[in-house]
């Protein structure tokens, strides 16, 4: 990955549709509100991956993908139904924001559009699989854990939702991004990956309110009472509509804009910007309090009640 393309900055500012959150250089990102600067590092995922083939699943906006290409990985394949237009995540992802990205990076991610049920078509294999945040989109997992196992040479990590509502974790099978469907015990998971010839297989529970948490406060919200002004683009862009903004989350700042989610561009002096380290001291005290008991109040007080995530690294 060498030098940036700086020339399609504006396209990237400009695309409203960004769901990951990619560092695109001093201090500026992607205009997404998912995946932090260190997700990679929350989830656990695999330090060492210098010179390995990596398969990254449901990749997406391709941000593990480009983080494992900025980790040393020989080759990188970024893998998603780039076919749909974001509405669901059954539907598929638009190819525009990973492909920006690929440019802009000049990176040599291989981005592949293609649904993780046709993985026997590649004929080949991976040394290392991510599948982040993908299991609970699909509708069914033992055939996907087939096509995932056979491609996969060393390691599979897989991160994804469950629920604690019952006793145990269930992952939650989820369509339309409605729960619904069925339910899956992640014990069922880890016995799926032993029987396809993983030798070692550990599980680890991150609890997803700390992220939640994390962002609120890296997010400032913002506040405007009387209808602003909203344009598509903080470079040479044009106003697109007018909003009220209550409690909105600042994503990006660039020059005298800020990107305001699932809104668009706004102009920082039209609005109330929240302090965004407001809650330092509970953060500090957060960190001395062991993760069940924060889980709990926070499920109490309604935040990501019963949600958590997993990660599970399956090794042969
Ligand atoms: C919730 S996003 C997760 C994105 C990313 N892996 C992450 O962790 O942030 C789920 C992604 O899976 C993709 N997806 C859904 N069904 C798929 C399938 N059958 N094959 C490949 N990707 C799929 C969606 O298009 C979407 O981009």
């Known amino acids: 990955m060498t030098g940036r393309k700086l020339g399609i900055l504006p396209e990237i500012l400009a695309y409203p549709n960004w769901r990951h959150r990619v560092h695109l250089g001093n201090g500026l990102y992607t205009m997404g509100y998912n995946t932090l600067e260190n997700d990679w590092e929350f989830y656990g995922m695999p330090e060492n991956i ?41 539907g598929g992802w638009p190819l525009q924001g990973i492909t920006l990205l690929k440019t802009y990076l000049n990176s040599n991610v291989v981005i592949k559009p293609e649904s993780v049920y046709d993985l026997h078509q590649s004929q080949r294999q991976w040394d290392v699989v991510f599948c982040n945040d993908l299991l609970s989109w699909l509708e069914d997992i033992p055939r996907a854990m087939d096509q ?25 099978i989820r369509q339309l991004g409605i729960a619904k469907l069925h ?30 948490a994390w962002q609120f406060e890296n997010f400032a919200p913002t506040t405007a009472h009387n209808a602003i002004e909203i344009w598509d683009s903080p470079i040479e862009g044009k106003v697109i509509k007018t909003a009220v903004v209550q ?6 700042t660039f020059r005298e804009f800020v990107y305001l989610r699932e809104i668009g561009w706004a102009k920082k002096s039209d609005l109330r910007i929240a302090n965004r380290y407001k809650y330092f001291w509970l953060r500090q005290l957060k960190k001395c309090i062991p993760d069940w008991l924060l889980n709990l109040w926070h499920g109490r007080i309604g935040l990501e009640k019963n949600i958590g995530e997993f990660v599970i690294t399956a090794e042969r």
């Open 50 to 90: 210098a010179g390995k083939t990596v398969l990254d699943l449901g990749a997406n906006d391709g941000y593990y993908s480009f983080k494992a290409e900025e980790k040393g990985a020989a080759e990188v394949t970024a893998m998603d139904i780039y076919w749909g237009d974001g509405s669901t995540m059954v």
């Open 148 to 172: 995932i196992s056979a491609v996969c040479k060393e390691k599979l990590v897989i991160h994804d939702t469950f629920s604690t509502r019952k006793n145990g974790l269930d992952i939650e």
């Open 183 to 212: 339910r899956m015990r992640i014990d069922y998971l880890v016995q799926c990956l032993r029987k396809r010839g993983f030798k070692t297989v550990s599980i680890h529970k991150v609890y997803s309110f700390k992220h939640y």
């Open 247 to 252: 409690e909105v989350w600042v994503l990006q």
